[in-house]
Each structure stands twice: as C-alpha cells, then as structure tokens.
C-alpha cells in the first residue's frame, strides 16, 4: 500500500524555465511533508517542508505547494538550473503518531538541459 | 557542527552473515532513524531511536535490530543476511521526536548480499 505517490519517474526541463513535481498521498492523518533532493551516492539533502495549516511555503528558488481537500503537493523549481538535476523525494509524517517517522514516495528523476 | 556520518560506505557480505552499519548523529540531535532504501524505491523506514530506547519500527523482521548509545550514536544490524537486503541504508538524525522538524541524513552504507 504506497500512502505516498510519485507518478511521474522522470521529468525533464530547460535550464531557466519552471520544474513542478508532484506528489499524492493517501492517509489524511500525514500533516508535515518534506522534499528531499539526493544526488548519486550521497543521502537524501533537506529541501523544503510544509505543515498541513499552510497551502504554500518559499524557499528561495523552490516553492512548495500542498492540497489538503485533493491530498496533493508539488514542488515547484523556479528558475531551473543545471545542478538541480537529482531525484526528488517527497516524504509525509504523522508526528502526532509518536513516532517520528517518514513515509516516502518512489521519487522523480528531474534532468535540466542547459 | 558536524553533519551525520555512516561507515562503512560500502560493504560485501555473503548470504547468512551478519552485518553491523554505524552511525554518528549530528551534533545535539537525540533522534535517530534508520532506512532502507532498494533500488529504484524510496526509503523504507526500519526503526527510530529516541535518547537509547526503540521509538517505532517499521515493517522489518526481527533480524534487524539496533543500538543507541549515550551519545546518541546509532548502530543497526542485520542476521541472516538474505540477497534481499542488498540495499542502500539510510541513517536520518533530528532534533528531537514528534516535533514537526527535518532529518538530516548521512550519505548511506550500499550493503551487497552475495
């Protein structure tokens, strides 16, 4: 049972122009959801993050959108560029379950072209 | 402040060993997890420790265990290895537990079972 969706595997985008990313889950108890960004042989690196009392959060470049009635989010990369090429994971957490613990997506393989 | 880090970086065991991966936590993170993360998938959460007591476990059998120790480093073994945890293994430390804040993660064992 995947609770965390990722339907698109690979995304490809020009360099300067918008990346969006998208994610469903399934539990309507996840109320934290993350980005995480992983190069080959390194960890996954902290994106960005919102909280279910919020639709939007920016972060520089990166924007994260969350659709609680749609039990939907997106990333959106703004301007791409050649080094964000990586996998992108998106990741929901229930904290209030007691434990701390990330439910992850199958990621989405994103390539910039310069 | 140092990032989390994990040794080896990668391994070789044969089928029916046993294996120990460590982990150092970043600096004043009292929470640790760990994740298994299989080729092409997201990671797969395993076990969570909170100040050297188990937080939550995942949807792993009982040969994979683990360890905090008082300075909150971490270790997770494995028994009886089976061809099918050949994986990437994640070690993921945060702040505290049940606050909504992100992991930090190291850049991961690659274990082959053989």
């Known amino acids: 049972d995947q609770q965390v969706k990722q339907n698109s595997p690979s995304l490809s985008v020009q360099e300067g122009r918008i990346s969006i990313l998208n994610c469903d889950y399934t539990n309507s108890m996840f109320d934290y959801f993350l980005w995480y960004k992983k190069y080959p042989a390194e960890g996954p690196t902290f994106l960005i993050s919102i909280s279910s009392i919020k639709d939007k959060n920016e972060d520089g470049r990166f924007t994260v959108f969350l659709n609680k009635s749609a039990k939907h989010l997106s990333l959106h990369i703004v301007p791409s560029q050649p080094g964000d090429s990586a996998v992108y994971f998106c990741?929901?957490?229930?904290?209030?379950?007691?434990?701390?613990?990330?439910?992850f997506g199958t990621g989405t393989r994103l390539k910039v072209l310069a | 402040e140092t990032g989390v880090t994990q040794s080896p970086t990668h391994l070789i065991k044969t089928r029916g060993q046993q294996v120990t991966l460590r982990c150092s936590s970043q600096s004043g993170h009292n929470t640790v997890s760990w994740y298994q993360q299989a080729l092409g998938q997201g990671p797969q959460f395993i076990f969570q420790y909170y100040r050297e007591e188990e937080n939550g476990r995942g949807n792993f059998p009982p040969r994979f265990s683990g360890l905090q120790f008082p300075n909150y480093s971490s270790e997770l073994n494995v028994n009886a290895l089976e061809l099918d945890d050949s994986a990437l293994y994640l070690c993921?430390?945060?702040?505290?537990?049940?606050?909504?804040?992100?992991?930090?993660f190291g850049q991961g064992t690659r274990l082959t079972v053989v």
């Open positions: 990741a929901a957490s229930a904290p209030g379950s007691g434990t701390y613990k990330y439910i």
């Open positions: 993921a430390s945060s702040l505290e537990v049940g606050t909504y804040t992100e992991a930090f």
